[in-house]
């Protein structure tokens, strides 16, 4: 079953290898291998997942392992989808380096299926959890979106055409990308906290109580909130779009890994 | 040799001045030097008159003779002396001919660099030349094999790849804010002839409409008649701006049109929409500050000018990998061509066929057990009896021709029915580039 997720691992890391080749000599060929070798690697990683899941008993997404294991693989779902419908030249070179790093930080967490206390026992495990993260996979892109962004509307503003310019697609393609990205992954967000707090009912008897993960999640919601409202009402596009894009990603990442790790609380994985 | 009969003699802007340059120019009915060249000992050739360059390439057995009086032709309608004529002009032969004529079909020997209208200058003249009857089987091969490996050198380079002229340069800055400049509005203000000549580039990427504003609302309105816009006096400026995506300033007023502090309530206006600006009046009609509003972009005739530098010595280095495929295929045709002689075909036909009868004696011998030395060498000797008796007759098909032109095109036939060559080699016709 390991050897599923180091498969996966060297798939990703074989593609953001290559993918940073193809940024530097514009070999067509090495594209081609890259694309291949995410496409390896999401198919091993999501029979790795499966593997897990059958062997476990329940959803893989319990330890701080599974979770971020499962984020890196939302990641490259998105990537997958979005690049089904759309072109963004080069995408590929900045969201490759993102799941590789996070699959290295499931590399080094603790790997052992962990036993589920009963009040985890629950189908709303898989729905919430999954729904979240994959909120998460979205985020993420719309965070390389807005690096890309501001890297090329940086070239462009200072007149100083560097590695970027000619590399990068135009300041629209980007902001369509950051926009497409929030727009699927706001909505993942908000029925991830919906289905979170109709859990939590059922469990606790109490559909809010302001536990640390939560309250962080709440902050991050309102964040994106922001971003969409004042996207649409008062011209938050381009530059500051982009800007908070990352913003918001960073306060993801807090409610993702921070919050377990700094304030504890019910969240807290049981491993 | 084959490849040393084609010459090539001509003048171009790096040789020959504009005042001589347009003295050459062979317009008009083209029948006539067609056939004058022929009387000069040309059996083939074909010209290429562009406004700058003038080329004769031709192909001849005496180039002794024939050279000198293609140049003296060439230069026919000037008054120039013989040590004029050979100034400016150039005489290229062999490889050094089939190298200049791919360089110039690649564009490296052009004016501008990159720029492809060279291309199809070239396979008109070509095709005047065939119309003419003036080309032939080494001419046919020739050219078609330089729009070949001008394909190939566009496609494997960069070349035509970066914009080299300040309007070129300001749309393909317009496609990297804006992505695709269908539906975009335009606005011009002041209607100089560059801003005219950037609102025409524009146009043909499809951007939507044109609105020139103007001083004087009678200039700006024919302005707009040209481009089917609107035209607006320059009280409406701002109002005008919140609804445009582009703006090419190039009045002569002596101060500043535009303030930073006038373009800020306009982003909000439009909700930040992006805005790109292009100053090329001298002195600038907008204020510099205007570049430091975010999803405002503002370019200067100097920033735009730093574009092109910075595209041109882009351009200088796929030039020098076009260079390398250039030589790496003139090369590869002369070598061709020089196998284009009866020696070597006969040569390749006969080791074709001993090839093809080893191998397939060999087959057989191993099925056939128990033969004896004898019947063996028998079997040879058959064998290559029968490859010699094909191959005799066309053998002498080659070996009757004493017409020069019409032994070309029979061993450029024998060696395609044969396969000779590896395919796509040599430049066998690819009729269908264009």
Partial sequence: MTILFHLALAAYIFATISYLVYFGNDNRKVRTLARGAVIAAAVFHTAYTVARMISGGHTPITSNHEAVSFFALSVTL???SFRWRYRVRNFGVFVTPIITALMLVALFSDHRISELPPALQSL?????????????????????????????????????????????????????????????????????????????????????????KETWSLITWFIYAAILHQRFTAGWRRRRAAIMAIIGFAAALFTLWGVNFILGGVHSYAG | MQADRIHLIGLNHKTAPVEIREKMALSGDQA?????????????????????????????????????????????????SQEEYEKYSYLHRGRDAVTHMFRVASSLDSMIVGEPQILGQLKQAFKTAVEHGATGPILNRFLHKAFSVAKRVRTETNIGGSAVSISYAAVELAKKIFGDLAGKRVMLLGAGEMAELAAEHLITQGIAEVVVVNRTVERAMNLARRFKGRAAGLDELTDRLAEADILISSTGAPGLVLEADQVRPIMRQRMNSPLFLIDIAVPRDLDPAINDIDNVYLYDIDDLQHVVDMNKSERDREAKRGEAIVREESLKFTSWLDAMEIGPTIAALRAKADEICRAELGRSLKKLSGLSDKERKSLEKMTSAIAAKMLHDPIMFLKNETDPGLRTEKLAVIRRVFAIDPPNEGGRCERNDQ
């Fill in chain 1, 78 to 80: 998105g990537y997958l």
């Fill in chain 1, 124 to 212: 709303w495990l898989p729905v919430h959890a999954s729904i979240a993260v994959m909120a998460n996979g979205f985020l993420a892109l719309a965070f390389s979106g807005g690096i890309m962004y501001l890297l090329q509307e940086r070239e462009i503003k200072k007149k100083k055409f560097g590695l970027f310019y000619h590399r990068l697609p135009s300041l629209e393609a980007l902001d369509n990308l950051n926009r497409h990205c929030l727009a699927v992954g706001f909505p993942l967000m908000t029925l991830g906290i919906i289905s979170g707090s109709v859990w939590a009912k059922q469990a606790w008897g109490t559909y809010w109580q302001w536990d640390p």
């Fill in chain 2, 32 to 80: 006539l030097p067609y056939r004058e060249l022929k009387e000069l000992g040309c059996e083939e050739c074909c010209i290429l008159s562009t406004c700058n360059r003038v080329e004769i390439t031709f192909v001849a057995r005496d180039a002794d003779k024939t050279a000198p009086a293609v140049r003296k032709f060439l230069f026919g309608g000037s008054d120039l």
